[in-house]
């Protein structure tokens, strides 16, 4: 059944878009459809592939779009579904295999033989448990849907002669019903560029329907490069909870779920690779997609390379570093309220636990000292109206104080130990490194944006992983950082919502005692906070060599690994995974760009390998290195 759609009259005096679909004397835009005196109004019919010849090619396909007739023909407009795992070794394959055998070998005593479905049945079910045994090949199901597109008075004669050329290749199509072709008719209204809550009953049929009601066909990953050729039709819309990754040799599109929960870990990813061959730009083209599917961002940026990124997508870019240190959290602020009554009733003493160990950090002193900056802090809590003993209080979203009130609470008490507290703070409060608890002004309770990129500056790495110390007044800006971005987990988690901390160059934040062991405390938490943590590095063999990078590795199911410094670096990496031998060969050959990726499966490895192919404008904010921020 065909459905009508009446397009919205344009002005032709609008330039033609050079994306239209040319179709004789007229086209169409995803917008409306064009012909020379003006808009048309269209008729569309929609199948799905139901059979395919054995041997069908794209270079056999393509011809389906030639013109039928001279002067005008209609769209023909072709999607695709890719689902993995289209064959699973197990009980339920070996009982099909043996009952086609018994079929095949009955009949075969006949004089007419057995049927021939049954026996092609049986050989491709053979060939394909055979490429999956013997040849490690990744098997997928293939699915195929047709829309064609016409005017009304012309739709049945061209949608004939279409039917004709696709029985002549052995393609056999069968039409979807008005319901389900009213879903696809979305496929190019301009729907698809929008956000999620944009998308309707058809896109979360076309991608996860249970009642096919035609044949889709398992074809190993070579086939469907044969069969799915690039630069005609369309694909479909992405999957709606995956994020792209690239794509594989076959200019197949990978999306990884990292909803996921694997093996009940997070799914946390790690990246490997040598610098300058593609980490940063891989993990920027990882971050649009998960802005796509509304995750929030929180990016641990060392360099700056992120810069460019963030002001693209109008993200949040909080400047703590040594040079350029912008404003720094305010550690005197509450935590937001979550709604979870034990975690709300906690906000005023995890505040205070915050600051003075924040002050403690810089201070380096003892439990006496300690108690009274404790006590300056309330003090100027209480000049807000804001007690500890009294919860109501905390309610009156008063503005928080700031070091300058907690200064004041202290010279206002007369005893030793506020006397030592300011000795120990002046160089923090007016000294040289006055823009810890000077610019510490910030209260940013929740996530300012669903990008946050934390520029931390530039880190020494002397010493072994998680243990190279640092500075007292860059130690301080860190531990803040970590206490940030965990409230903001804590708030979201509540809200139901996601959120991924990117923290690139992670042999340079791993290797020093407050972001290293956060790091890995985070790793193996963050999933029950709807969190997953994502970190690089150009140092595979840290990762199993020492305590810290020990705990990435084992919190890390999804691995991704580019090109690696040495030969040395890819046999301990082999080794350490017991990748497959064909696997280790194209680590060993990997190109530039090129992406070897590991999920967990159960409890064995799937690999894949993948290229990102943005668009230029994306490509120019992921390699503006120029940018970067000291």
């Known amino acids: 059944m065909a459905w009508w759609s009446a397009r919205a009259r344009r002005s032709m005096t609008e330039p033609r878009s050079e994306t239209a679909q040319m179709g004789g004397l007229w086209f ?7 012909f020379a005196g003006g808009s048309l109004t269209v008729a569309h019919q929609a199948w799905g592939i139901d059979q395919w010849p054995p041997r069908l090619t794209g270079d056999h396909v393509a011809p389906l ?3 039928l007739r001279p002067d005008a023909w209609p769209l023909v407009t072709w999607f695709w579904r890719l689902d993995p795992g289209g064959l699973v070794l197990n009980g339920d394959l070996e009982r099909k295999i043996r009952r086609l055998e018994w079929a095949v070998r009955d009949r075969d005593q006949g004089e007419l033989g057995p049927r021939r479905d049954e026996w092609v049945t049986l050989q491709g079910l053979r060939q394909l448990r055979d490429r999956i045994v013997f040849a490690a090949d990744t098997l997928v199901t293939l699915d195929a849907f047709v829309v064609v597109t016409s005017t009304p008075d012309a739709l049945d004669a061209d949608v004939a002669l279409l039917q004709a050329r696709w029985e002549s290749l052995g393609i056999h199509a069968v039409p979807l019903t008005w319901e389900q072709a009213r879903m696809l008719q979305r496929m190019w209204t301009g729907l698809t560029s929008r956000g999620s809550a944009d998308r309707p009953g058809w896109w979360r049929w076309l991608m996860g329907s249970q009642d096919i009601w035609w044949n889709p066909r398992v074809v190993p990953t070579d086939r469907v490069g044969q069969i799915v050729w690039p630069g005609w039709g369309h694909v479909t819309d992405d999957p709606a909870r995956g994020v792209y990754v690239g794509h594989t040799p076959q200019n197949q599109p990978v999306f990884v779920d990292f909803f996921q929960d694997v093996n009940g870990l997070a799914a946390n990813l790690l990246v490997v690779g040598a610098t300058g061959n593609g980490k940063s730009f891989w993990l920027k083209t990882l971050t649009q997609g998960w802005l796509a599917q509304d995750w929030g961002v929180v990016i641990l940026d060392v360099d700056g390379e992120y810069r460019a990124l963030c002001d693209a997508v109008g993200g949040t870019w909080i400047d703590i570093s040594d040079q350029q240190a912008g404003t720094v959290p305010n550690p005197f602020a509450l935590p937001a309220r979550t709604g979870h009554g034990p975690t709300d009733a906690m906000r005023m003493p995890t505040m205070l636990r915050t600051a003075s160990t924040v002050l403690r950090l810089l201070g380096s002193w003892d439990a006496v000292t300690d108690a009274a900056v404790q006590q300056a802090i309330l003090q100027a809590w209480a000049t807000r109206g804001v007690t500890l003993e009294d919860p109501l209080s905390w309610e009156r979203d008063s503005d928080p104080p700031t070091m300058a009130d907690v200064w004041a609470a202290l010279e206002t008490m007369p005893d030793a130990a506020a006397q030592d507290a300011r000795a120990r703070l002046w160089t923090y409060w ?22 946050v990129v934390w520029h931390l500056g530039n880190i020494a790495t002397q010493g072994a992983w998680g243990t190279t110390k640092l500075p007292a007044a860059t130690a301080a800006r860190y531990w803040l950082v970590m206490q940030t971005t965990w409230a903001w987990l804590r708030v979201r988690k509540m809200q139901n919502q996601w959120t991924v901390v990117l923290a690139d160059e992670g042999q340079r934040l791993l290797a020093q005692s407050v972001l290293g062991p956060a790091l890995v405390d985070l790793a193996t938490t963050i999933r029950k906070w709807n969190g997953v943590l994502a970190l690089a590095t150009n140092q595979p063999q840290a990762l199993w060599d020492t305590p810290a990078g020990q705990g990435m590795w084992n919190a890390a199911p999804i691995k991704a690994f580019l090109r690696l410094e040495s030969q040395q670096d890819v046999r301990a990496t082999a080794d350490a995974l017991h990748m497959p031998q064909r696997v280790a060969t194209a680590l060993q050959a990997l190109p530039p760009q090129q992406v070897l990726l590991r999920m967990r499966d159960g409890f064995h490895d799937a690999w894949t390998q993948v290229r990102a192919i943005v668009p230029p404008e994306e490509e120019a904010w992921y390699r503006t290195r120029a940018r970067r921020t000291s």
């Open 65 to 67: 779009l030639s013109p």
């Open 28 to 34: 169409e835009t995803p917008e409306t459809v064009q």
């Open 430 to 451: 007016r000294g040289a490194d006055q823009h810890v608890l000077a610019h510490a002004t910030g209260n940013w309770p929740t996530m300012p944006g669903s990008l």
